[in-house]
T-cell receptor, first 113, second 122 residues
């Protein structure tokens, strides 16, 4: 079964500094990987996805993610964090059987001004 | 981009009553919708897959008689929590995808999510 792991419950970063939110995956076959962001009491907003192609994927709001097959990782990155980036971030993998997404436990990003 | 509308955003009901949550795809047709449940400070857990014109597929441990799902059209799926109890209080989120052409020469559309429904059962 597919799964993703987000090892950090919370990441703190100062505004203007680069940020990284970690994600590792376990799948059989080719991984379909996603990042979503959730603001309080809201649904999830799609940030980016990796299906195939370039290992560096660019997404919404200046976010990008790097697919690393050898390390089975798909870390989310942004060169310069904003206070408004503070939210809950979820890594997800497509479940090929059910076609739904399986989510990681989430990482809360806190950007300090 | 694709928009999924979920209604109501918040509902408070008394124990023993039923609550219906609607999920609509506004600018695309969704043959499949997914219902998730999120507990406070936890991840999203898939409850069921809603298929237009057929029965929903429930995940293990999810009571199909308690969480009734109807996907009567290509743009609407409903989740009804029957005989609600306080332990059903949670954040329910629906999602939908427009097209899934697979990996070969096509594209895999991401899931689009509604804004969720906060259910509180008193």
């Amino acid at each position: 079964a597919q799964s993703v792991a987000q090892p950090e419950d919370q990441v703190n970063v100062a505004e203007g500094n680069p940020l990284t939110v970690k994600c590792t995956y376990s799948v059989s076959g080719n991984p379909y990987l996603f990042w979503y962001v959730q603001y309080p009491n809201r649904g999830l907003q799609f940030l980016l996805k990796y299906i195939t192609g370039d290992n560096l994927v660019k997404g919404s709001y200046g976010f990008e993610a790097e697919f690393n097959k050898s390390q089975t990782s798909f870390h989310l990155k942004k060169p310069s964090a904003l206070v408004s980036d503070s939210a809950l971030y979820f890594c997800a993998v497509r479940d090929t059987g059910r076609r739904a997404l399986t989510f990681g436990s989430g990482t809360r990003l806190q950007v300090q001004p | 981009g694709a928009v999924v509308s979920q209604h109501p955003s918040r509902v408070i009901c008394k124990s023993g009553t039923s609550v219906k949550i609607e999920c609509r795809s506004l600018d695309f047709q969704a043959t499949t919708m997914f219902w998730y449940r999120q507990f406070p400070k936890q991840s999203l857990m898939l409850m069921a897959t809603s298929n237009e014109g057929s029965k929903a597929t429930y995940e293990q441990g999810v009571e199909k008689d308690k969480f009734l799902i109807n996907h009567a059209s290509l743009t609407l799926s409903t989740l009804t929590v029957t005989s609600a109890h306080p332990e059903d209080s949670s954040f329910y989120i629906c999602s939908a995808r427009s097209v899934d052409r697979g990996a070969q020469g096509g594209t895999y559309s991401p899931l689009h999510f509604g804004n969720g429904t906060r259910l509180t059962v008193t």
